[in-house]
């Protein structure tokens, strides 16, 4: 009867058991060590194994590091269960540690682990000899990485794009210049339609009819000078009027210039001597210079258009000019961002 009592008590004690075990019995300061707990019990008991927070001192002087997930098994047919986990601590004082018994509560009942003993040792240092002793060693600097450089570049040749073309547009703004240069095909007239435009414009504006003659004999005769630079290929803007009849004479026939050097007689005498035309007469000079146009002039093939830059002065209105300096702070806003950030990536690469 005493027989079968105590087997059924060592039966029961044996339902759990708590195992741990050191990786070591010993360790320099600050290695880490790890301690495997180990507990078996009937499945689907609700097992609770120890915790200890970061750093926390198990025992004075034995701190705790950290742990690892609960292994767990099932043997005999799955009726029992073995629940294993690894805790890993840590000693700055070299002394011999007692590790006391580990609790572990199966369906809220305590169990208690194994005593363990741990021997944290020391470096010798051989302070006779100073130098043998080597302070740390220097920090190695990075590689360079051309991919990390590449963000920062390409918003650095970003901002030098903005700053370019925010001082364009703040130059052109202040010297009152377009923006944007306007190009357009212009057609390049023959020299005798261009003089026949001319004193068209002459008669639109009825100038010999007025009381000054001079302005009219003078872009009568500007008229003439011109067409016949055009025509005839030598500077009559910068000859008298003796001079330009000369030339002509080489290659005009008399009857033409008849007509021609009266004209600029009386444009002359009207010019520096103030002598005073009639009216008939001015209409008559006038005949005189489109008969000698229409008389020399040569009909040229029609020429292809050809580009013509045109540069206008802008006249902004004020809501114009207050939309153009908004976009300009806006622009000078995004720049200064772009400088920071450009900034701060240099120096978070830098560190």
């Known amino acids: 009867m005493a027989i079968c009592c105590l087997s059924a008590f060592v039966a029961a004690k044996a339902q759990v058991t708590v195992d741990a075990k050191l990786d070591s019995a010993g360790i320099f300061i600050g290695q880490r060590i790890g301690l495997t707990l180990e507990v078996s ?7 609770e194994l120890p915790e200890w927070d970061s750093l926390q001192q198990v025992v004075p002087g034995i701190e705790f590091v950290r742990a690892e997930k609960t292994d767990t098994s099932f043997v005999n047919d799955n009726k029992r269960m073995v629940l294993s986990r690894r805790y890993y601590f840590t000693s700055f004082d070299s ?15 305590a169990y208690k682990s194994n005593v363990l003993a741990l021997k944290v040792l020391t ?34 040749l970003l901002a030098l794009l903005i700053g370019g073309l925010l001082g364009y547009v703040i130059y052109r703004l202040k010297t009152n210049k377009p923006i944007l240069r306007r190009i357009r095909n212009k057609k390049k007239l023959a020299p005798h339609k261009v003089a026949m435009q001319k004193i068209e414009q002459i008669k639109e504006e009825k100038i010999w009819q007025s009381e000054d003659s001079k302005e009219y004999y003078t872009q009568l005769t500007d008229t003439l000078r011109n067409y016949i630079k055009e025509r005839y290929g030598f500077n009559a803007l910068e000859m008298t009027s003796f001079e ?5 004479q080489e290659v005009n026939d008399e009857t033409a210039i008849a007509e021609l050097r009266e004209l600029f007689q009386t444009a002359d ?26 008389q020399t002039k040569i009909e040229e093939p029609e020429q292809k258009p050809e580009p013509e830059v045109i540069v206008v002065e802008e006249k902004r209105s004020k809501v114009a000019k207050r939309v153009l300096i908004g976009s300009i702070i806006v622009a000078g806003m995004v720049l200064v961002g772009v400088l920071v950030f450009v900034g ?8």
């Open 41 to 47: 019990a009937d499945a689907g008991k609700e097992v």
């Open 269 to 294: 005498l009207v010019k520096f001597a103030k002598y005073s035309t009639l009216i008939n007469e001015n209409d008559r000079n006038l005949v005189s210079a489109i008969e000698y146009i229409n």
């Open 244 to 248: 330009i009849i000369q030339h002509l």
């Open 344 to 351: 701060y990536r240099i120096y978070m690469l830098t560190l």
């Open 95 to 109: 002394a011999l540690y007692r590790i006391p018994e580990m609790e572990v509560k199966v369906d809220g009942k």
């Open 123 to 156: 470096f010798e240092i051989d302070t006779l000899h100073a130098d043998s002793i080597f302070g740390m060693k220097a920090e190695l600097a990075p590689p360079f990485d051309w991919a990390e450089w590449r963000e920062v570049i390409n918003f650095l």
